[in-house]
């Protein structure tokens, strides 16, 4: 986990951009995935004669038009009409000479009210007029807003005003109803787990607001996350859909609505790029099946917080299989997880029989387990396999985890420069150790220092002193004030316990060690150091 907040990942593009005057929609394209068909062992793929056999299946359409005019009917626009409250800064010179000179008018500092809209895509699954469309596309589209209507237009230009009937925020899955005088055209949800890569798709919605656009293109990738949310599992797509298609239906051949448009990722204008994501209909008919009974969405939860899957650097610290598995960071004190006895630096390699790996995530495992029920967990800690049941809990609010994570705390400022540390074994002032092997100095974790760098008082390990800045440790972004709670699964109180466990790695033949490191009190993460040898 890199502790570092500097870089911004381009993935913040991916979300359909939201504001008060526009929705984005999502996109797709087209990305290469290993595996597939093989042919005979010294035999190219692309040998001729090979691909003639996976030429287009029987009835593949030469032209899409068929289909789309069946498809399209049930295809609507999605429109807000907000209502943003903004705040006024009251004017300093207020009831003085100079009053207007600087623009401000009145100065009373009373919040300002304007009106916003949003538009997007949804499409019709019910002839009495259930619509699905993103919650984004329906939420308020900036801070302070409310939203004051919803109106669904028809592709025959009949506009009826929506009813919110219920919607998910972390799948970004809205319901809507309207009445019409008569039953509506509408598209069933289709089998997303069969859509393969290369797979031919249609996408239909309302870019920038223009009406009903059709595009096509092909299934890039299965199983995507853009690591904008907990249970990502995008459909990937080279269909060119744009700010307004999100909440459009994406359709497979047989006309089977297999997603739902929702995220994209643009240039700096927001334009397509040919990358864009849809919400699998798998995952999303579940959902929209409980909105309409009128039930409240629960997942499951275990009160843990993820230190990330197991990269290659992490593997070969803990001496495990690459991409098998996901970190414990923390765990939540008396939560589900505490009692069932899971600890900080276990890897949960498989839930209740399925195994944990970059498709298939810990958090989208848990959740899917009713609140209630036990999940039987296997971990390996220390290296050992073992078996832990948990029984699950209905997930928290967002407000409620938020409460959970607590504040953040100051840096553990340096008064010197963290330059003079050559990295050199053996003991230096004030009873730290530097081992060389990582080249970084460590000091045992008092009262004070702890509320100097700004942890809780129940994390418990040693404080970075100072990093050779010539380090893999200082590459991987460690730095003065981090506090270091294990070192590869065994914890460390005393900066003996801490050169100790890396002299045991570095014995063991092991490049590198695995540090569970604490950053204030809400960036706790596992960062993999290399050990220097010689």
Known sequence: MDLSQEDIPPVRYAFAITSALLLGGATATLALQPGGAQTTPGT????????????????????FA??????????????????IVQNQQANPFSGTPFEGLFGQQGGSGQPQRREGQSLGS??????DGYVV???HVVAPGARGATVDSITVILPDRREYVARLVGRDPDSD?????????GPLPFVRFGDSTRARVGDWVVAIGNPFGLGGTVTAGIVSALHRSTGLGAYDQFIQTDA??????????????????????????????????????AIPAEQARPIIDQLMRGQRITRGYIGVTLGGPIDSDRAEALGIPNNQGELIARVEPAGPAARAGLRPGDVVTKVNGQPVNPDQTLSRLVAAVPP???ARLEVVRGGRPQALSVTVAARPSQEQLAALTGQGGEDFSNNGDDSDNDGSTGKTPGGAVAPAALGMTVLPLTPTIASQVGVDSTVQGVVVAMVDPQSD??????????????VNGAAVRTAAEFASAVAQAKAAGRPSVLLLVSRGRQMTGFIAVRIARG
Not at 46 to 63: D, F, H, K, L
Not at 245 to 256: A, E, H, K, W
Request: charged share 10%; proline share 5%; hydrophobic share 40%.
């Open 44 to 63: 190219a793929q692309n040998e001729p004669g090979v691909i003639a056999a996976a030429a287009p299946r029987a009835g593949a359409p030469m032209s």
């Open 66 to 83: 068929d289909m789309v005019q069946r498809l399209q009917p049930a295809v609507v626009n999605i429109s807000t009409k907000q209502t």
């Open 122 to 127: 949804g499409f019709v699954i019910s002839a």
């Open 133 to 135: 469309t993103n919650n």
């Open 173 to 181: 899955l809205a319901l809507l109803k309207i009445t019409a005088p």
């Open 240 to 277: 060119a859909i744009n700010q307004g298609n999100s909440g459009g239906p994406m359709f497979n051949l047989q006309g089977d609505v297999i997603g739902i448009n929702s995220q994209i990722l643009g240039n700096q204008s927001g334009g397509n790029i040919g990358i864009g994501f």
């Open 372 to 374: 209630g029920q036990a």
């Open 473 to 486: 440790a200082a590459s991987k972004q460690l730095k003065r004030g981090d506090v270091v709670q294990q």
